[in-house]
Structures are given as C-alpha cells and as structure tokens.
C-alpha cells in the first residue's frame, strides 16, 4: 500500500564506504526526486528524472549517481562516504505539471 | 537565484492564539505547495495553491498565493497542541523544480 518507500530507512557506515538507497513509487508518477535533509532541517534539491531521464542535476559531488531503470524506481548511490553525508535523504514522485510530490519515509545515513 | 524564505524560521505561540508564517520567494511563480512534517517523520503535503488569489483552507490552517508579490502565507487560527510541527512552503520553479523554503518549526504551547 505504501506509496513512495525507501529502504533502508536507517544506515550506518563507516568514512569511506559506498552505499546505496532505492526507491520505489506505485502512483503512476513520472517525475522523482532525491532530497538531503541537513540537521538544521533544510531541504535541498538534489536530482529530478522525468520517464528515466536526467531533468535537474543540483550541485552535488560526483560521488552521488542517480539511477532510474524505470520511471517507478530512482535510486542513489553515493562513492567514499565523508563525514558531510550524514542526512536524511528523501525520495519523492508526482506527476508531471503541476501536483504536489509525495515523499518517502526518509533514509537515516549517518557516515561514522 | 532562486531562493525561497519563510518568517519566521521559529515560532512558538499559546493555544488559542492566531498567527501567520510567510513564505517569499525570487522569481516568478504560479505554483506553491505548503507541506507539514512531525519530528522524525516524512513531509505530508498540506495544500496546492496554483494560481494568484488561489485560497485554500483545511480546519484551522489557511494558505493563500498571492504570484504578483511572490508572497504565500499560511495562517494558524485558534492554534492547538496538534498543529506543533514544522511547516514548509515549496515552490515550483521551471523544469519540475521544486524548491522548498527554510522552513517555519512552530511549537505550541498549552
């Protein structure tokens, strides 16, 4: 029934490492984001696929690559881990044109 | 630059009483959204606003657009424990941009 799930929706790694957080939405929706969500609650805008295609790529370290097989599912994989990673990262999808987007529960990354 | 800025970032404020969070935003707009999220837990979306006079309420909260002064505002009537949360506006920009404001973190206090 979930709409839009994330998973995982806690992880813990150390400096570093390479990890991954997958999304998955079952609207119908053909538009997904990735937010960061810093401690200070500010939303940022990291990338935007429109049908698995790059819209918006936000100044984000080449670490981080998107990924969207399908128009279902965007997800996120972030090279050498650094200690600035630790956020929440968000997951949304809406359609295109003027909705509003529906979010995740929210991926917990703390980098140790 | 798009930058969008919401007044107060901290509020806290007494059951009953009445107050208003604004959000301004840099370039020109016809869409806003205003969104809740509660401590530890995802955005829920609280209304769409999209086209200049748009007014929409839902029990004691009321969000409004006004596009030619780049100005939304959403107003908290008679507040309530429940309402505690922190509230953002989003404004869609070219392209599916969405971009969300600093965020308003209301408390309401008994």
């Known amino acids: 029934d979930t709409a839009v799930s994330q998973t995982p929706k806690y992880l813990v790694t150390q400096m570093g490492n390479d990890k991954s957080i997958k999304c998955e939405q079952n609207?119908?929706?053909?538009?997904m984001y990735w937010y960061k969500q810093d401690s200070k609650k500010f939303l940022k805008i990291m990338f935007s696929y429109n049908n698995k295609e790059l819209i918006i790529n936000e100044t984000v370290p080449n670490r981080f690559s998107p990924k969207s097989p399908d128009k279902a599912h965007l997800n996120l994989h972030i090279n050498s881990l650094e200690l600035g990673d630790s956020a929440v990262y968000f997951c949304?999808?809406?359609?295109?044109?003027?909705?509003?987007?529906?979010f995740g529960q929210g991926t917990r990354l703390t980098v140790v | 630059e798009l930058k969008v800025e919401q007044n107060p970032l901290f509020l806290s404020m007494q059951e009953g009483k009445n107050y208003t969070i604004y959000c301004n935003y840099s370039?020109?707009?016809?869409?806003l959204y205003w969104y809740r999220q509660d401590p530890g837990k995802s955005l829920e979306s609280l209304f769409v606003?999209?086209?200049?006079?748009a007014v929409k309420q839902e029990g004691r909260l009321m969000a409004s657009l006004d596009t030619k002064a780049r100005l939304s505002t959403l107003h908290i009537t008679a507040a309530v424990h429940d309402l505690s949360a922190t509230y953002f506006c989003?404004?869609?920009?070219?392209?599916?941009?969405?971009?969300f404001g600093t965020g308003t973190r209301l408390t309401i206090i008994p």
């Open positions: 606003l999209l086209s200049n006079g």
């Open positions: 609207l119908g929706h053909d538009t």
């Open positions: 949304a999808s809406r359609h295109t044109g003027g909705t509003e987007a529906f």
């Open positions: 989003a404004v869609e920009f070219g392209n599916e941009k969405l971009t």
């Open positions: 370039t020109t707009s016809d869409r």
